[in-house]
């Protein structure tokens, strides 16, 4: 058993692998196969200075020390600048040695990318369990994927997990930007970063004073605060982005509770960033055992109901709902260890708050007997657990997820999910046991329904898939081809192909025209939606199950830890790095196209009751106000309501209530990924009924 004390001291004439000449370098070191430090980021620079400090507990001197050197990209994956091997068995006990590592490229080991200098005193220890050995080492490790995907934490870091408060921030606009074109013009955006979590906003074509209005919650998880990097690019088609400029939010000089307005100069660029920045102390979520309930206590369930309930409508809009989530226990898991055993844990996640139960070791069915906590801010949020395996030598197994729509929840109902596949579209094995309550104020949901969604900051970046592009070829395919089916139809009756049904079409024609108001289209889709609904309580419903939806979501394999051989290997991915860009415009467009018109037919199909009652409730109000006051006054108030909208609140966030509606309504990819499996008869859950909560 040895300890190895490294000091990174700094790099020299390192690789340029920014348009800009010059490189955003870390350092890993690696041993064996496994990652056992990472350095921080110093921006701009080919001679960085770190001066970090490392200690690594090593089994024995066989392997080499790993040295390999990275330029940051945000957003994009880093770039390969060079590696090195230290030999641990050259080194002198309890010497200190400075080490100078000349970087080299395998695939190019004519090309001098650098030098990194290194102090390092290798010490032997004696006496140390394996057991410490092994906690230690973790406590070292930092890898970004491993802290990105919120698995894999020690029960020392699961607790920092829960956050101290939120950081609300709203991009008002840029000034006078850099020009980055060719045309005197840039297309801006912004990317936000704290920590681990990412933003990046809508891009603004040909512009240099761009309005964005887009707002965006980050969490802290020190009291402290962070710093908040921010950086400006100009969207280049077909080529990398050119970089605009940068600034920083330092969170730990602004007031709590109270809103800061910042114009922001931008460093090693030009012009301007307007920001809102607010800093709310938190209490969303929390962690408890299984014996410590709070909503078994009457007091604590009567409050809650209290704090929900219809005659609090204006108390605080956001506080929609409390959610509270029991993880009983698993069964029949999948072994992802060579030992036929699995270590098994739990990954409980509502938008953007994520909490996480302790590892079950050596386990194919664990119990865990924890519960979660949280407050809801839109009841059209989809609650997701998915269970990994803990790996210490590399990133967490993935065993099973399941997706709960929180409207579709019973109350107070112990019950068995099926897990699924990462793309939740068939199952895998094992079943989870969960207890789920949701207590909520429908006024509020229903007015937070007409506002944008809250934004995932660890979602996957969007990817060219032949798969997934034919799926939404089809998709898109399908929804146009109901309008070119109702030309036809439409063109038929001009033709009189079938002479009683275009009679009865002109008469209808000449009815409409005769009586037509215009309260009457609220109306005609008022009856639509009745229609549907007296169909469904019948037992003759129209909702046809789209089977090509499922049939072209095929399982994919699951990808092996990329680490670092993407970077290594993406020379032929930067040749047709324009064509796959376009590739995935082209596949994103298919899919929101096909996702708008899936949910407009399933708001009328009532996929979700909840939705299609609200619609219900809007159109009796379009088709009153309609009939009851003249056009030219509703034009007038709309008028008036816009020309003063951006005076009465200059920063305003701009959005339309009628698509924030519909973002809520699943498209039908989405209701096959949120459909509950039926779980095999051999695990038959003990179902337990409660007081109804919500």
């Known amino acids: 058993m040895y300890q190895l004390d490294i000091t990174l001291r700094r790099g020299q004439s390192l690789a340029a692998r920014d348009r800009g000449g010059t490189s955003d ?7 064996g196969r496994k990652e056992v430090f990472r350095s921080k980021i110093i921006h701009k620079n080919l001679n960085p200075v770190w001066e970090e400090k490392a200690c690594i507990l090593v089994d024995h001197l066989r392997e080499p020390l790993y040295i390999k050197v990275f330029d940051y990209d945000f957003g994009l994956q880093d770039d390969f600048m060079g590696s090195a091997f230290l030999d641990l068995a050259q080194l002198e006990l309890n010497r200190p040695t400075e080490v100078t590592l000349t970087l080299k490229d395998p695939h190019y080991p004519d090309h001098d990318l650098g030098i990194i200098l290194l102090s390092v005193i290798l010490t032997p220890k004696e006496g140390e369990s394996r057991d410490v050995t092994m906690l230690m080492r973790k406590s070292w490790k930092r890898s970004s994927k491993f802290q990105t995907q919120s698995v894999r934490l020690s029960d020392q870091h699961r607790k920092s997990h829960l956050w101290r408060g939120i950081v609300s921030i709203t991009l008002i606009e840029g000034r006078d930007l850099k020009a980055m074109d060719s045309n005197g013009l840039s297309d801006p955006y912004v990317k936000f970063r704290l920590g681990h979590q990412k933003y990046k906003s809508k891009i603004m074509p040909k512009t240099l004073n761009p309005q964005w209005r887009e707002q965006f919650d980050f969490h802290l998880y020190e009291e ?80 809650i109901l209290k704090r929900y309930s219809p005659l609090r409508i204006f108390h605080n809009l956001k506080d929609v709902g409390f959610l509270q989530v029991k993880v009983i226990r698993a069964e029949g898991l999948m072994a992802a260890d060579v030992t036929g055993k699995s270590d098994p844990f739990c990954v409980v996640e509502l938008n953007n708050d994520r909490l996480l139960t302790h590892t079950v070791y050596k386990n194919l069915n664990p119990e865990w007997n924890k519960v979660f906590t949280f407050n809801i801010k839109d009841i059209h949020s989809v609650l997701e657990v998915t269970v990994y395996d803990e790996d210490r030598d590399r990133s967490a197994d993935f065993l099973g997820k399941v997706a709960i729509p929180l409207l579709s929840i019973q109350n107070g109902e112990q019950k068995a999910y099926v897990l699924k596949n990462k793309q939740l579209t068939g199952p895998t094995k094992g079943v989870i046991y969960l207890e789920i309550d949701v207590i909520f104020n429908a006024v509020k949901a229903s007015l937070r329904t007409l506002i944008p969604k809250e934004q995932k900051y660890i979602e996957e970046e969007n990817r060219l898939s ?94 092996d830890d990329k680490d670092d051989k993407d970077s290594e290997k993406k020379g032929f991915i930067n040749k047709i790095y324009a064509i796959q860009e376009v590739c995935v415009s082209v596949q994103n467009i298919l899919d929101e196209v096909a996702s708008f018109g899936e949910r407009i037919k399933n708001t009328f199909n009532w996929t979700v009751p909840f939705l299609s009652w609200l619609a219900i409730v809007a159109l009796c109000v379009f088709t009153v106000i309609l009939y009851c006051i003249p056009l030219r006054y509703i034009v007038l108030v709309w008028g008036i309501n816009k020309f003063t909208k951006k005076l009465r609140s200059p920063y305003a966030i701009d959005n339309n209530e009628l698509l924030d509606f519909l973002s809520r309504v699943p498209s039908d990819v989405q209701v096959v990924q949120y459909q509950e499996l039926k779980p095999d008869p051999s695990h038959s859950p003990y179902k337990r009924k409660k007081n109804n909560l919500g």
């Open 25 to 31: 370098p870390y350092v890993k070191f690696k041993i």
């Open 224 to 303: 402290r605060g962070g710093i908040i990097d921010i950086t400006a690019w100009d969207k280049d088609a077909g080529k990398r982005d050119d970089f605009i400029g940068r600034c920083q939010v330092d969170l730990s000089a602004l007031s709590r509770e109270q809103t800061h307005k910042l114009e922001l100069q931008l460093e090693e660029g030009e012009g301007h960033l307007v920001l809102l920045v607010t800093l709310t102390a938190s209490a969303t979520v929390s962690i408890s055992d299984l014996s410590i309930n709070s909503l078994e206590d009457q007091k604590e369930r009567e409050e």
């Open 466 to 559: 032949k798969q997934l592009l034919l799926r939404n070829f089809i998709r898109t395919k399908r929804c146009v081809m109901v309008l070119v089916n109702a030309a036809y139809y439409v063109n038929s009756c001009f033709d009189w192909d079938s002479p009683p049904r275009s009679l009865a079409a002109f008469v209808l024609f000449l009815f409409v025209v005769w009586n037509f108001e215009l309260y009457m289209i609220p109306l005609v889709l008022l009856l639509l939606l009745t229609w549907n609904y007296f169909l469904i309580i019948s037992g003759k419903d129209n909702r046809q199950r789209d089977t090509v939806v499922e049939d072209m979501l095929e399982d994919e394999e699951e990808e």
